[in-house]
């Protein structure tokens, strides 16, 4: 599993929010809050239904379309993705984790120490241990942090509201590798994919 650079993703996922219209004006951070749970829920509609990305037609099709396989893997055909990739397990977790970086760094969260709290806690096996083992309760769990996060902005706690978005994020980080997803090849993609789409993803918000 590739690894993921949160310091410099964080800023990356609020710049391509921003691109699309998301921070024309300040979004309500509820509702922002919200926008990530729900990515949570569809991670766990595909969950049910089974959604997994089929990466072996994804990059066979890719590959049809380079000279040199080998050396041009960051060759993106957004078609492609909507077909294979887009709308699975890893899909909408990484849509999740995006969700958590643009609302950081948006909100001015202290992104330094977010980021290490989550390197830590990647060096700490035991910390496998308090995820639930039900996907459901894994991603209950994580909602929990979330919630917890917004709370805690709220009530102006700043060490308690970092505390909690790296449990988030370290969460996800642990759901996906539990679940053999490239969580980081994810992402990479899903942003490529954004950036092909309309103002606001054309939504309302």
């Given at each position: 599993m590739n690894s993921i650079n949160l310091l410099e993703l964080i800023p990356k996922c609020h710049e391509a929010a921003k691109s699309k219209g998301f921070w024309d004006t300040l979004p309500d951070g509820g509702q922002m809050m919200m926008l990530t749970i729900g990515e949570l829920g569809e991670a766990q509609e595909a969950h049910r239904k089974g959604r997994v990305a089929n990466w072996k037609r994804y990059e066979f099709l890719r590959d049809q379309h380079i000279d040199n396989p080998k050396s041009d893997k960051d060759f993106f055909v957004p078609v492609d993705f909507a077909d294979y990739i887009k709308d699975s397990v890893g899909d909408e977790i990484a849509d999740a984790y995006i969700r958590l970086c643009d609302f950081v760094q948006g909100y001015d969260g202290p992104v330094v120490d977010i980021v290490k709290t989550v390197e830590y806690a990647r060096k700490q096996p035991e910390?496998?241990?308090?995820?639930?083992?039900?996907?459901?309760?894994?991603?209950?769990?994580?909602?929990?942090?979330?919630?917890?996060?917004?709370?805690?902005?709220?009530?102006?706690?700043?060490?308690?509201?970092?505390?909690?978005?790296?449990?988030?994020?370290?969460?996800?980080?642990?759901?996906?590798?539990?679940?053999?997803?490239?969580?980081?090849?994810?992402?990479?993609?899903?942003?490529?994919?954004?950036?092909?789409?309309?103002?606001?993803?054309?939504?309302?918000?």
């Open positions: 910390y496998v241990d308090d995820l639930p083992a039900n996907f459901g309760a894994a991603l209950l769990s994580i909602t929990s942090a979330l919630v917890a996060m917004h709370e805690a902005i709220e009530e102006r706690q700043v060490e308690e509201s970092a505390a909690m978005a790296a449990m988030a994020f370290h969460q996800m980080e642990l759901l996906a590798q539990r679940e053999g997803i490239d969580l980081a090849t994810h992402i990479d993609l899903k942003l490529r994919y954004n950036a092909t789409r309309p103002r606001l993803h054309a939504k309302a918000y």
